[in-house]
């Protein structure tokens, strides 16, 4: 029945934008106790992983379950095709959080090198990409991909700034090497967290356009 | 449009004062399988069976415009409508076997049309109920009464017999609505089959039948040709509101 | 007690268990087992009746077929012989002889099949033709006006086409053919097969009809003609209900008494050349119509076995026809096993041997038809068959169909034309008793005939007695009948299981349908007349058309019962209504109409019945209308056949006479006809 299925497809959709919180939430968290060197709060995102891991898999018995019962067709079927999708790529962000959380933990509160200014500033620019996709894919407007692939190329670019600029700290002083992996890993991650909200926006646009496009 | 084999062009009729179908066109493919799908009532039955004319028998159809099959109108007065119908074959809901034979209900087209030779005869019945993939089942008892099947067999004995006056489209109304899934499946295996060598145009009310085995379908609502377009647009991708709708099953 | 909402007991709900309990002796359940009692009897009554109209026929028949109580004896001479085959092999007929009476039945018997094998001649191609016209070819709007002519034509009384017969047909056919006299074997048959159309008619139309749609599209759509469809897949589709209706229209031809004692002649030889229709003839029903009234001792004996040989060959008749539906069925349900004989012949001799037949089939024709009509009148009849089977074989489909449709359309037109020249003649002819001047220079108005007494031994004067005493007939039987019928039908539509009772039941019935009327008259005649001694009188007369027309009534009743859907009763009886409740007030009032139907139908037969009448109950001429019911009576149809054989002027009265007659059948029929369809629209289900 038609409102059964509507009632599912609800569900599902307020279940993906509570994995989207969580997400968003473990990435911001993770930076910031990089920036603060906080090891609490390190723990805490890391302890957040199972929950993530097990809304993954809740989401695509869900949705399988929705596909097997019942056979939608159009636009049904392209939103369980795009959340099929997201499930991953919100996996695979929140899974990043957690990296930067352990990373920080095994910097055992090192002092930085500079001010990170950086590393946050990017971590801001990625999490607001996420946040437009999840608000597109709530909202089902797309407007707000337009610039999507303008942040993607500023997050490239202050990857490899980032990098530029530890090479250059690694060059000066040898002690630096530890520190400055880290940071340039921390830079990779964060450049592919906006690849995927990229990602995750091709996704959702073909879900209300019914359109392959290509966002990167 | 290549490959073209049936055109519809403005096509308007009414029962009586009520009009049941408003200037459709469309364009059908050779080889290829067409589904026209729609909640009851909006006209896809009488669309088909526009095709081969069998609104002929029924006094108060009233039909302007034009069906043209190979380039040529169907309906102008100068065609032989027991000609047309030799060329464009039909399939009912309900399987309607002669009471004859299977041998007899199979030969009584090739009969009216002259074929008398029992040789022959014979070829053109093992031939058609080859190709309806019923050969196997009822080889040895050919001369059994046809009502002594089961439906998903007189079903296919019905397509055989159609087969054997060799049209060139076959117009299958609901052919399956009346059987179990696995005569269902047979049947619409033999339809992937049938495209070879015809051209397939079904009405059905089971959207996923018409996902599963047509190429292009049209979508139906109260008279109007909504939409027309390959399977999988219809499917994936609707451009009409009504379309999606009904095929999300919002209504109908 | 059972609790309410407040908690104390609700007086008006009684305690479960008490309740449901049955009680036996309730008004309600006293009254349902006795009217089921009731209609058991009646459905049991029509068994009786015709149990003891059978046993009654053999114990009269003994005599004639035994010597001092054997039915085979040893003669003198040492060697066995047996009465009955001495009756059965006997060629000469002669009961009436002072010293060697012969009943010798074999004349007899091809005097009947001869005339019901020339009726069937004539009769199914018409009816086929006209059955098939009617149901597929006329247009909707015609179609309901030809079905009520023919159901007109059925409600002619025998007498009446006799008197058409005698005054029309027998003339022509003596003068045209120049033959000594016009009554015959072909007048028997022309008029037993315009008798037998209706019956052919609407069985084999409704059987026609009832073949499905998706039938005739499925081999529309494969490029067959509208005449292919019907010619190869609708006719014989229905080939079942087609076979019954002629069987049935046999039976009636072989049980036929008043016409055939009319118009062929009554003479009791075998035709010699056998093929001689201009031969007369007598039947087996003609005789036991003629000579009913005057045989007595062994005579009368030899007339009862003759009515058990017809009610055998009736019996015969009808058992073959279901025999023959049955494998019919059979085959088309695909239970049948198909013919191993077809499968082994080689296809040639199958082709060549049809060949073969087809043209000695013509040769025997024309040497047929060139015997009775002359060799050119043969030549040209065998032309114009030939001619037309050639065409539809060499024309294109689409143009031999007008050819194969104007065949039917004249089948269907001669039968309408045998309606109106039959009415033709007998308005034309009688309209003279109805209205005439007077030597006075006045119009007499028509109901002087209607009310004066008969003249002159009948041959002028009125026919109010006679009008009287049909009426007292019609009503005293339709009395009797109704409660009878109905309750038979209700209890066979509604009480009776299935099995072997209701089949022995529904045997009895269909029986009794089909016998004879002359066989009840004779009935009438040995066992009311004079073995209970009511004589010639009215109540004989009451007592056997009661028995006729049973069981009409009861099929109709059965029928419109049978039509109201099973949810009406079971909403009912879900409701605790009880089985007699249910059908009092839920069954019956649909059925009504369908009842009253049957009533009305029944009313126009036993107006026309003659031959039970004629020596039981009615008297030559009576002055006043009988007040009696011990005494005889006139009828409108046993006058018309007096008036008939009257030697002089008989005519003018007896065409008045069957005039009237049918003005009352029309309106008989008319109004149940109006009372069908004005009902049909009212029930919706």
Not at chain 2, 21 to 31: D, Y
Request: hydrophobic letters at 45%; a neutral charge.
């Amino acid at each position: 029945m038609p409102e059964k299925l509507d009632i599912e497809l609800r569900n599902i959709k307020k279940e993906i934008e509570l994995m989207g919180e969580l997400s968003r939430a473990m990435l911001m968290d993770s930076v910031t106790a990089l920036r603060d060197l906080d090891i609490q709060l390190a723990e805490d995102v890391l302890s957040r992983k199972e929950t993530l891991y097990k809304m993954d898999q809740n989401i695509e018995e869900h949705a399988l379950k929705v596909l097997t019962l019942h056979q939608p067709m159009a636009k049904d079927m392209r939103t369980l095709a795009c959340v099929l999708k997201m499930i991953t790529y919100l996996t695979r962000i929140g899974r990043y959080g957690y990296d930067i959380a352990k990373v920080t933990k095994e910097m055992g509160g090192k002092k930085h090198i500079k001010k990170l200014i950086d590393i946050p500033a990017m971590a801001r620019i990625a999490d607001t990409m996420v946040d437009d996709v999840m608000q597109a894919f709530k909202t089902e407007d797309i407007r707000s991909f337009e610039d999507l692939e303008e942040r993607d190329d500023i997050l490239d670019e202050e990857r490899y700034s980032i990098f530029r600029e530890c090479v250059t700290y690694m060059m000066e002083d040898p002690r630096n090497i530890t520190m400055c992996s880290h940071y340039i890993m921390i830079a990779r991650y964060l450049e592919r967290c906006g690849d995927h909200a990229c990602k995750i926006a091709e996704k959702v646009h073909y879900m209300v356009t019914g359109e392959w496009v290509e966002i990167s | 449009m290549t490959g073209m084999i049936m055109e519809v062009k403005d096509l308007n009729l009414w029962y009586g004062k009520k009009k049941a179908l408003n200037q459709i066109n469309m364009r059908m493919k050779k080889n290829k399988v067409t589904a026209l799908i729609g909640p009851s009532g909006c006209g896809k039955s009488t669309l088909i069976r526009c095709f081969n004319r069998m609104n002929d028998t029924i006094d108060s159809v009233k039909i302007t415009g034009e069906v043209l099959y190979e380039g040529a109108n169907i309906y102008s007065p100068s065609m032989d409508v027991m000609k047309v119908r030799t060329r464009i074959g039909m399939i009912f809901q309900k399987p309607n076997p002669f009471p004859k034979s299977v041998y007899d209900n199979i030969a009584y087209g090739p009969r009216i049309h002259g074929t008398k030779r029992k040789k022959e005869l014979d070829r053109i019945v093992e031939t058609s109920l080859k190709k309806a993939a019923l050969w196997e089942e009822v080889h040895d008892r050919l001369n059994d009464s046809a009502m002594g099947l089961s439906g998903g067999q007189q079903q296919r004995l019905c397509i055989a017999r159609a087969l054997a006056i060799e049209p060139d489209i076959i117009l299958m109304d609901e052919p399956t609505s009346a059987l179990d899934p696995l005569a269902t499946s047979k049947i619409e295996d033999l339809i992937y089959e049938l495209k070879r060598n015809y051209t397939v145009i079904i009405v059905t009310h089971n959207m996923q039948q018409a996902a599963r085995v047509s190429d292009h379908t049209a979508f139906m609502y109260l008279g109007d040709l909504v939409e027309f377009a390959p399977t999988r647009e219809i499917f994936e991708n609707p451009k009409q509101r009504l379309t999606e709708n009904y095929i999300t099953g919002r209504f109908g | 007690m059972a609790k309410g909402s407040n908690g104390k007991g609700d007086p008006a709900i009684p305690s479960p268990s008490s309740s449901l309990r049955k009680r036996r002796l309730s008004p309600r359940s006293l009254l349902d087992s006795s009217i089921k009692g009731i209609l058991l009897f009646c459905a049991f009554f029509s068994i009786i009746a015709l149990g003891f109209i059978v046993f009654f026929l053999f114990k009269e028949a003994v005599p004639i077929i035994t010597q001092e109580n054997f039915i085979f004896y040893r003669t003198d001479y040492g060697y066995w012989k047996a009465p009955i085959l001495d009756m059965l092999q006997g060629e000469t007929w002669r009961p009436v002889s002072n010293n060697n009476p012969m009943y010798g039945v074999k004349p007899l018997i091809v005097g009947s099949l001869m005339v019901t094998a020339g009726s069937m001649i004539i009769a199914i191609p018409l009816g086929l033709g006209c059955a098939i016209f009617i149901s597929q070819l006329a247009p909707s709007w015609i179609r309901d006006k030809l079905k009520t002519a023919v159901e007109l034509l059925a409600g002619v009384p025998s007498v009446v086409y006799g008197l058409f017969g005698l005054i029309v047909l027998v003339r022509w056919i003596k003068v045209g053919f120049d033959q000594p006299t016009g009554e015959s074997v072909l007048a028997g048959s022309i008029i037993l097969g315009v008798m037998a159309l209706p019956t052919i008619i609407s069985v084999a139309e409704d059987a026609i009809s009832s073949v499905t749609r998706d039938i005739k599209e499925a081999s529309l759509a494969l490029g067959a003609t509208k005449w292919q469809t019907i010619s190869q897949i609708v006719v014989p589709a229905s080939i079942s209900g087609i076979t019954a209706g002629i069987i049935l229209g046999m039976g009636r031809a072989m049980g036929e008494t008043m016409a055939v004692m009319m118009v062929t002649g009554n003479t009791a030889i075998i035709p010699d050349p056998a093929y001689d229709i201009f031969s007369t003839v007598k039947t087996l029903t003609g005789t036991i119509g003629i000579e009913m009234g005057e045989a007595t001792g062994d005579h009368q004996s030899a007339l009862f076995f003759l009515a058990v040989l017809l009610f055998f060959l009736v019996l015969g008749i009808n058992s073959i026809a279901v025999y023959i539906m049955g494998k019919i069925k059979a085959k088309h349900l695909g239970l049948a096993k198909p013919s191993r004989l077809k499968e082994m012949i080689p296809e040639n001799v199958i082709i060549w041997g049809s060949h073969a037949i087809k043209i000695a089939g013509v040769l025997v024709f024309l040497f047929l038809l060139t015997e009775w009509f002359g060799f050119l009148a043969g030549l040209v009849i065998i032309g114009m068959v030939v001619t037309i089977y050639l065409l539809m074989k060499l024309l294109k489909p689409k143009a031999g169909q007008y050819v194969a449709y104007g065949v039917v359309s004249l089948a269907m037109l001669a039968t309408i034309g045998a309606l109106v020249i039959i009415f033709y003649y007998i308005i034309s002819e009688g309209i003279g008793s109805l209205i005439s001047k007077t030597d006075y220079g006045y119009w007499t108005p028509p109901w002087w005939f209607l009310l004066r007494a008969p003249e002159d031994q009948g041959v002028g004067g009125g026919i109010f007695p006679a009008i009287v005493g049909t009426f007292y007939l019609v009503v005293g039987a339709i009395l009797i009948a109704m409660p009878l019928g109905v309750g038979a039908g209700i209890y066979l539509s509604e009480y009776a299981k299935e099995g072997r009772l209701l089949r022995t039941i529904r045997l009895g019935i269909d029986n009794l349908n089909g016998t004879p009327s002359i066989v009840f008259g004779l009935f009438a005649f040995a066992f009311l007349v004079i073995y209970l001694d009511f004589g010639i009188s009215l109540i004989t007369g009451i007592i056997i058309l009661s028995i006729m027309v049973l069981p009409t009534i009861i099929r109709t009743t059965e029928e419109s019962l049978k039509s109201v859907p099973h949810s009406m009763r079971e909403g009912s009886l879900a409701l605790g209504s009880t089985k007699w409740e249910t059908i009092w007030k839920v069954v019956l009032p649909p059925s009504l109409p369908g009842i009253i139907t049957g009533i009305i139908l029944s009313i126009g037969r036993a107006a026309g019945e003659t031959a039970p009448i004629l020596f039981t109950a009615t008297a030559f001429i009576t002055p006043s209308p009988v007040d009696d019911l011990f005494e005889p009576t006139m009828a409108l149809s046993t006058h018309i056949f007096i008036l008939a054989n009257e030697e002089t002027g008989g005519m003018p009265n007896a065409s008045g006479t069957a005039l009237v007659l049918l003005i009352i059948i029309f309106i008989v029929y008319a109004s149940a006809s109006y009372l069908r369809r004005r009902f049909k629209d009212r029930i919706k289900w």
